[in-house]
Nanobody
Framework: QVQLVESGGGLVQPGGSLRLSCAAS????????MAWYRQAPGKQRELVARNASSGTTNYQDSMKGRFTISRDNAKNTVYLQMNSLKPEDTAVYYCNANILDFIRGRWLDYWGQGTQVTVSS
C-alpha cells in the first residue's frame, strides 16, 4: 500500500508565503512524476506544478514566478513553495505521484488527501 501525506496548508494573508510538503511511503519501488494540483470551490481540479524524475519542471502560467516545486528523492518527498499568494490561490491542494508499486507490480497514480490553503486578510 502506498500513501501520500500532505502538510503545510493553512491561512495566510495576501502577499504571504506557505510551503507545502508531501511525503510518499509504503510499497514504493520507484517514483516518476510528482505533482501538485488544486481545486477551488465550484471549480475543476487543475495542475499547479509538475516535477519529473529527470528534474524537468513545468507550471501553470498563473503560478510561474510565484510557486516553486522541488523534490527530495531520498525522502520520497515533494515540496511546493508558494510566494506572493493571492486570494484566488485559495483551494485544496493535492499531491499526486506516479509510483511503481512493488506489491501491485505496476505503475500507478496515487493522490494525497489534500490540504487547505486559504488566502485572506
Amino acid at each position: 500500500q502506498v500513501q501520500l501525506v500532505e502538510s503545510g496548508g493553512g491561512l495566510v494573508q495576501p502577499g504571504g508565503s506557505l510551503r507545502l510538503s508531501c511525503a510518499a511511503s509504503g510499497s514504493i519501488r520507484s517514483i516518476n512524476t510528482m505533482a501538485w494540483y488544486r481545486q477551488a470551490p465550484g471549480k475543476q481540479r487543475e495542475l499547479v506544478a509538475r516535477n519529473a524524475s529527470s528534474g524537468t519542471t513545468n507550471y501553470q502560467d498563473s503560478m510561474k514566478g510565484r510557486f516553486t516545486i522541488s523534490r527530495d528523492n531520498a525522502k520520497n518527498t515533494v515540496y511546493l513553495q508558494m510566494n506572493s499568494l493571492k486570494p484566488e490561490d485559495t483551494a485544496v491542494y493535492y499531491c499526486n505521484a506516479n509510483i511503481l508499486d512493488f506489491i501491485r507490480g505496476r505503475w500507478l497514480d496515487y493522490w494525497g488527501q489534500g490540504t487547505q490553503v486559504t488566502v485572506s486578510s
